[in-house]
């Protein structure tokens, strides 16, 4: 898996890699991402600030596209729960996506772990890698767990009003 920092020549690629994982959370009943998140704007500022990213496959076919967010991230300001690190050195990987035309190649996972892995050995300053996901997308909780990730709480109506989000961290 391949990860390339995103420009703004890639802005719609990422829009229509994200609205496709919108369609396949809504044809699986999750309702995240059926909104206004992620928008426009928000891409547009992930690309600006530089953590945005498009992953390749080994034969470099364009297959997802993720955002890696330095800390501070204000989306984890009202945590209910408890940090495992409490510290101000952590990056959170938001906006996980995977094209529909790859879906169950495991994809997801190489991305993950590459991303993890990256962190691991490039992130000096990192004590942690914080993670959330909507409270009905098991599918993402299961990757999630599956990276060895420890659940530390929940946030309410950050993204959504009324919406559940499960908060995750891996200490590096």
Same mark, same amino acid.
């Given at each position: ?5 995103a420009?703004m ?22 309702? %995240?991402?059926?909104?206004? /998140?992620?928008?426009?704007? %928000?891409?547009?500022?992930?690309? @600006?600030?530089?953590?945005? /990213?498009? &992953?390749?496959?080994?034969?470099h076919?364009?297959?997802? &596209? ?9 989306? /984890? ?12 050195? /952590? ?5 996980? &996506?995977?094209?529909s035309?790859y879906a ?6 190489e991305?993950? @772990?590459?991303?993890?892995n990256f ?13 959330d ?5 098991? &599918? ?28 995750y961290?891996?200490? @590096?």
């Open positions: 898996m391949q990860l390339r920092k420009t020549a890639d802005f719609d690629q990422i829009i229509t890699i994200l609205k496709d994982g919108a369609n396949q959370l809504a044809e699986r009943g999750v309702n %995240q991402w059926q909104g206004d /998140y992620p928008s426009t704007e %928000q891409i547009k500022e992930d690309i @600006k600030n530089g953590s945005a /990213y498009l &992953a390749s496959s080994a034969d076919e364009t297959v997802g &596209a993720i955002s890696i967010v330095n800390a501070p991230d204000h989306a /984890y300001d009202n945590l209910n729960g408890n940090w495992l690190c409490d510290t101000d050195k /952590y990056v959170v990987i938001h906006r996980v &996506a995977i094209h035309n169950g190649k495991g994809y997801a996972t991305l993950l @772990k590459s991303v993890i962190i691991k050995d490039h992130g000096n300053n990192i004590d942690s890698i914080r993670i996901t909507h409270e009905d997308n098991k &599918a993402m909780q299961h990757l999630i767990d599956k990276m060895g990730f420890t659940k530390v709480g929940t946030l309410h109506g950050v993204y959504r009003p009324d919406e559940i989000s499960y908060v961290e891996l200490k @590096k």
